[in-house]
């Protein structure tokens, strides 16, 4: 990994000043859209209305809908980009992303297995961070000698992997199982949770505290992170515990991934495509990739899911797609770019 852009303070505060407006902008095109649509001067005339706590009006109502729906995809998004970022300072491979090691399958277990039996809503979510918890312990537990960091960092890399791809395929195999026993009233629901769907999605503190409390706190461990990434195999004599550092980036990723999935299943992409976009961007330091890539995520996820409100409407397409659609050809021109702008 080659630093090729010098760290400014000032120049990371102006992105991230410039992406957080970006964001705003997302947000507010996202409570426009929709079925049916509002004007610049309902969006003003509801957001009044809100303000003063008298959403009396129509526009006033589908505001309070949309920007709910609007800022949990946000978190999802920038969460799902924050658990890619650490996943690939982990696995020191910037095409990981946050669903490689299973922990998204475990989570997708729980989830089916509550929709099966109960279909409660807070209980889907709380199966779904459940079962994703559980894989990441077994994940720990399997390859607890490798985050000692005795070993060679290219070896740990890879018995890890392996370890959550072993993992990740026994999900894949209940979760054949779920599907093939499910009432056919039932499938459609699982599918589009599998997919990723914002429409059941509702706006929760605990994303927010789970994202914001790891954002700030991966913030702080950026500078140890970017020698970890240049001097992988040495960098204990450079006074970092590397295994310490494994398991932070590991149990932080695991964390986001679980919040992520269990309020929103498993949207593709985000968390492979805009720490990619990001790094390839403004180069691959910490300390602007990872809020960096955080609010990009979050941003592409609105806008995603306001497409997937309006492309059919008024049927609405799981944002799952649409995050795969655009996610697949930008991911392919990002990397023919890279082939010709950095080194191998």
Not at 89 to 109: I, K, M, Q
Request: overall charge positive; proline content about 3%; glycine content about 10%.
């Amino acid at each position: 990994m080659i630093f090729t852009h010098q760290y400014s303070a000032r120049r990371t505060y102006a992105i991230l000043a410039i992406l957080g407006l970006l964001a705003l902008l997302c947000i507010a095109l996202a409570c426009c859209l929709g079925s049916v649509s509002l004007s610049l001067a309902e969006l003003l005339t509801a957001s009044a209305e809100l303000i003063r706590g008298e959403p009396s009006s129509m526009s006033a109502t589908l505001l309070e809908l949309r920007l709910h729906r609007a800022l949990a995809g946000f978190v999802t998004g920038g969460t799902l980009a924050l658990a890619g970022v650490l996943m690939q300072a982990l696995l020191r491979n910037p095409l990981a992303e946050p669903y490689v090691l299973g922990v998204s399958g475990g989570a997708a277990v729980g989830a089916l297995l509550a929709m099966l039996l109960c279909s409660v809503a807070w209980i889907i979510d709380v199966a779904a961070f459940a079962g994703a918890a559980l894989v990441a312990s077994l994940l720990f537990m399997l390859a607890y000698n490798d985050f000692k960091g005795s070993g060679s960092s290219q070896g740990t890399v890879t018995t890890l992997l392996l370890t959550g791809v072993i993992v990740g395929s026994g999900c894949m195999a209940i979760i054949s199982l779920i599907l093939s026993i499910s009432p056919d009233g039932q499938l459609r629901s699982m599918v589009f949770w599998l997919i990723g769907d914002l429409s059941g999605a509702e706006l929760r503190y605990v994303p927010w505290v789970i994202m914001l409390a790891v954002l700030a706190y991966c913030i702080k461990l950026a500078r140890v992170i970017n020698v970890a990434a240049l001097y992988s195999d040495g960098a204990s004599t450079l006074g970092i515990s590397v295994g310490r550092l494994r398991k932070i980036l590991f149990f932080c990723a695991a964390l986001l991934t679980a919040s992520a999935v269990s309020n929103a299943g498993s949207i593709g992409f985000v968390g492979l495509v805009m720490p990619h976009a990001c790094r390839f961007a403004w180069g691959p330091d910490h300390r602007l990739l990872i809020p960096a890539s955080c609010i990009a995520g979050g941003s592409f996820v609105v806008l995603a899911d306001a497409l997937a409100r309006t492309i059919a409407a008024p049927q609405q397409l799981p944002v799952g797609v649409i995050t795969a659609l655009i996610g697949v050809p930008l991911f392919l021109v990002q990397l023919h770019q890279q082939r010709r702008h950095y080194l191998p």
